[in-house]
């Protein structure tokens, strides 16, 4: 059966509503914090309670729609047939302990693969950023313009200091020169708004060597729709099922980029 993509969008943007009002009126209450993999990779009982209310309102209303979910409520997936929610709860769980502001909830809405509907939910600033393909990327009512192509020279570009020191994914020397060239660096700890923020020409670049699909599945989808590229570190495909290193800019600043600093993949 074909995905109507209208209705599937009117549900999803009532349901990431919903969710952030929820988000909002916990935060004066205290968070029950626990860690995974590491010390620092932390996650919240409202990152659990947020997932888990997707998956009660998706599967309520599309029993045959798949979800992909970082906190493994959703189903295991190792194709992308039919529609695929990819959902990240709340990215930028630190910002959202530490801060309470700087972290969104991030929706991709995917069928047999390819990107329909992108949301970014700047849940603090009632910001909704709302991708639709061939349809534009609108910040709540206001439509964004197209990316504007910066040089090196003239550009922010969102990078991790973790980068540039000796770490298991990249050389320091690779990106090193990259961050002397440009304007200036950025670092914001949530991949979605760093998306966001390419879209909105806030930040010209986003550079990182690991991201989970749900960082990624709706900021990647309105970079593109304004015209930018989204790839991998080598300018290859990203892949929605795995992990992956992901550089995403305006087309013109993606190729200075991609030939002068990234070699084109030579590394
Ligand atoms: C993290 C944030 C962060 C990025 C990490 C992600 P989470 O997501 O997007 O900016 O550097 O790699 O895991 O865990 O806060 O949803
Ligand atoms: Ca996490
Ligand atoms: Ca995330
Ligand atoms: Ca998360």
Redesign the pocket.
Known sequence: MKADITEINTYAKQWIKEAGERIRASFPKTLDIQT?TNAN?L?TNIDRETEQFFIEKIKGTYPDHRILG?EGYGDKLDELEGVVWIIDPIDG?INFIHQQRNFAISIGIYVDGVGEIGFIYDVVHDELYHAVKGKGVHMNEEKLPKLKNRKVSEAIIALNATWITENRRLKPELLAPLVRAARGTRSYGSAAMELVYVATGRLDAYITPRLAPWDIAAGILMVKELGGVATNLRGGPLNMLEENSVFVASSGLHAEIMKAYLKSGEW
């Open positions: 995974k990779d996650v970082e769980t």
